[in-house]
């Protein structure tokens, strides 16, 4: 299953040891239908190598995953668990590549690489351009 909506909250990242190994797990709420009067909220665990750590809220996400149901004690517990998180640009639009949500004005020491026919100093310091 798969479903588009936006991120409000990142919930602390889980960590354990079982028979199996050691094991990660962190939970995101997504917003469904945040248009609507009353929009729906859904808890998506993501497991291990499927924890991505550079979302932030506010993101849109669209996440495949699988619904599972499992007794335990006579309860039923039912978990979405995701296989594949990736952001889009906005509802209903392609995924963003993870390249393009880079900020490269956040590199500084990679200045010279983003901008290399630049110089350091700014063109309107020189008079010559700007003659007034």
């Known amino acids: 299953m798969e479903v588009t909506g936006r991120l409000i909250q990142i919930l602390p990242l889980?960590?354990?040891e079982s028979k199996n190994g050691v094991w990660k797990k962190q939970?995101?709420?997504l917003e469904l239908n945040s248009d609507a009067a009353y929009p729906k909220k859904l808890c998506v665990s993501m497991w291990n190598?499927?924890?991505i750590s550079d979302i932030m809220e506010g993101s849109i996400l669209?996440?495949?995953?699988?619904?599972e149901s499992r007794e335990y004690n006579n309860k039923w517990y039912t978990?979405?668990?995701?296989?594949k998180v990736e952001e889009v640009s906005e509802l209903g639009q392609t995924p963003v590549p993870k390249d393009a949500k880079k900020d490269f004005?956040?590199?500084a020491?990679?200045?010279e690489k983003n901008f290399p026919h630049f110089d350091?100093?700014?063109?309107f310091d020189n008079e010559e351009i700007m003659p007034f």
């Not at 978990?79 to 296989?83: G, L, R, S």
């Open 79 to 83: 978990n979405i668990k995701a296989w």
């Open 105 to 107: 004005f956040l590199d």
């Open 49 to 51: 190598d499927k924890i």
């Open 62 to 67: 669209k996440v495949s995953f699988e619904i």
């Open 109 to 111: 020491p990679d200045k």
């Open 14 to 16: 889980q960590s354990g």
């Open 27 to 29: 939970d995101i709420i």
């Open 120 to 123: 350091s100093d700014l063109p």
